[in-house]
């Protein structure tokens, strides 16, 4: 019989329920297995940390969402948020279920094309497209979607340059309750803006207006205010129809739907407060359904919600390093993976488990990463088992932008893998060595040699 580990004594207040030997039970359930792959063996196999992808969660969480606006609304349409995820597995998982593919920038724009996606099927958001950037769009027939008026100017003068008809779309910024405003993408509803650039894209008669576009925020909680940005995009829609008698062809919502994460600061956790699919999908679809809108001419309803649809699909698991006490007395538990791998650890309360089965005992915890910085504070504190060198940890709902925003530095960013329908792991992104870093250097010549 094994030796059982220490546990030290605490005091623990009880407030109400029925408490064990050490008062309220605080236990964290652990994750051992994900889709049916035991994260042990997975971290023996691929190393640690480890970023985990499960392709069962993403398709099921993608027709989750899909099947609650399309039986609200006729014509509906996805398109995948690169910048969220653009792993190429990631990305194809989605197109074969049928999302387009919606970039903010040149490098993904070429992305997409790499992975097959149609040039038509490409919606180009952002405020960085540079003249080649447009030239390469308008000629591979993609969507335009213009966001200010100097973009604007440049298509016009490229449309007859090039003797091409760019599809363009105008993106709308708005005021629809939430503060701060995101007023700095777009042209702005309130002030007139975005139907002076509506009137000028007409009256160029060299480009073809064919979407208007909105993006309201990130991580929102409140399922009005997209019910006001569908009603406000669709009073321009019937404005521009009775003008110039031009029925759109779609009407694009963005993203910014919250992700069961629970944000920093927040009373309640994520997983009580993030409005379903069903309920953003009722608010944005009941405000084009009761606008002035023919009904024979309503627009295709386009989404590029990116955060809610992957964030559950990923892990992040990986190994203590070490524990210690800080100064306070507070436990400190340092684990293999910081805020470089984890870049929404800014900004969420992730939730963090253990692999193993550990004690009851659970103390009031700090978790740092392995950086050389004080700010690489994973969790700032919660009651976490007493975990020691060598134990295994896992990160859950991480699959939104930590692998468009991580870092590499100090260490190597790890291995991706994703586990296919069946559970089995494949290799979707190599761990970085120090090859892949001094690859992309150069040592100019009298630089090469030195004596110690």
Request: aromatic content about 10%; charged content about 25%.
């Amino acid at each position: 019989m094994s030796k059982l580990t220490f546990e030290r004594p605490i005091i623990q207040r009880v407030n109400a329920g029925l408490p064990s030997k050490y008062g309220i039970p605080r236990r964290l359930e652990p994750i051992s297995h994900i889709d049916g792959s035991s994260i042990r063996s997975l971290l023996e196999e691929f190393g640690s940390p480890l970023f985990v992808l499960s392709e069962q969660t993403i398709r099921k969480t993608y027709r989750e969402a899909y099947r609650a606006f399309s039986s609200r609304y006729p014509n509906v349409q996805f398109s995948w948020s690169y910048k969220t995820n653009y792993l190429n597995a990631v990305c194809n998982i989605f197109h074969q279920e049928g999302a387009w593919a919606e970039v903010v920038s040149g490098f993904e724009y070429h992305k997409a094309l790499e992975n097959g996606v149609p040039g038509e099927l490409i919606i180009f958001n952002g405020p960085d497209k540079s003249i080649e950037d447009l030239k390469l769009a308008i000629s591979n027939n993609s969507l335009i979607h213009i966001d200010h008026f100097d973009e604007l100017y440049d298509i016009i003068h490229l449309s007859r340059e090039m003797n091409e008809r760019p599809k363009v779309a105008i993106r709308v910024n708005m005021d629809v309750g939430i503060y701060p405003i995101w007023d700095r993408f777009g042209f702005n509803y309130e002030n007139g803006e975005a139907w002076d650039a509506i009137n000028r894209v007409m009256a160029s008669k060299t480009l073809d207006l064919i979407g208007l576009h909105t993006h309201i925020g990130t991580y929102i909680l409140s399922t009005e205010a997209y019910r006001i940005a569908a009603g406000k995009l669709a009073s321009l829609a019937v404005k521009l129809e009775k003008k110039y008698g031009l029925a759109l062809k779609y009407i694009d919502m963005g993203g910014g739907f919250a992700s069961k994460n629970t944000l920093r600061g927040a009373y309640y956790p994520g997983t009580d407060t993030a409005p379903s699919f069903d309920d953003f999908a009722e608010a944005i679809t009941s405000g084009l359904m009761s606008s002035e809108i023919k009904p024979d001419h309503l627009p295709m309803l386009v989404l590029e919600t990116g955060r809610a649809l992957i964030d559950e699909a990923g892990y992040l698991a990986g190994t203590v390093l070490a524990t210690k006490r800080l100064s306070d007395g507070r436990r400190a538990t340092i684990i293999d993976a910081g805020v470089n791998l984890l870049f929404t650890s800014f900004w969420y309360d992730h939730d963090i488990r253990p692999v193993e089965i550990v004690s009851d005992q659970t103390e009031d915890t700090t978790l740092y990463g392995p950086l050389c910085m004080n700010i690489d504070v994973v969790r700032g504190n919660l009651m976490f088992p007493l975990l020691k060198k060598g134990d295994h940890y896992v990160i859950r709902r991480v699959g939104a932008y930590n692998n468009t925003q991580w870092l590499q530095f100090i260490t190597f960013r790890p291995n991706v893998v994703m586990l296919d329908m069946k559970g089995k792991p494949h290799l979707i992104r190599r761990r970085e060595s120090l090859e892949t870093i001094n690859s992309q250097e150069e040592i100019p010549d009298h630089l090469k040699n030195f004596n110690l």
